[in-house]
Nanobody
Framework: QVQLVESGGGLVQPGGSLRLSCAAS????????MGWYRQAPGKQRESVAT???????NYIDSVKGRFTISRDNAKNTVYLQMTSLEPEDTAVYYC?????????WGQGTQVTVSS
């Protein structure tokens, strides 16, 4: 059974930082591309960052230079380090992966950027 469990969200002031974590189980983690998506109120879910099994990363333009995705294969965990946070980053953040052609999602973690 594939499980993805996110943690690390919270309330932060503009300009602040947070680190999200996603612990995966039920997959051969080191062989999977992992991704972070987010969904803001009233908006569609969007891909924020991805990291391949080889460590190649990709980001949406709005977070380049501010967010860093990384993975620890020994801990079956993917991270999203977020810095210089802006109110526009407020959203529920989801971890995702595809296993045998099936997409799996975590339950999400709320990130709120507000003064």
């Amino acid at each position: 059974q594939v499980q993805l469990v996110e943690s690390g969200g919270g309330l932060v002031q503009p300009g602040g930082s947070l680190r999200l974590s996603c612990a995966a189980s039920g997959i051969i983690f080191s062989g999977n591309t992992m991704g972070w998506y987010r969904q803001a109120p009233g908006k569609q879910r969007e891909s924020v960052a991805t990291i391949t099994s080889g460590g190649f990363t990709n980001y949406i333009d709005s977070v380049k230079g501010r967010f860093t995705i990384s993975r620890d294969n020994a801990k079956n965990t993917v991270y999203l380090q977020m810095t210089s946070l802006e109110p526009e980053d407020t959203a529920v953040y989801y971890c995702t992966t595809t296993h045998w052609g099936v997409e799996y999602w975590g339950q999400g973690t709320q990130v709120t950027v507000s003064s």
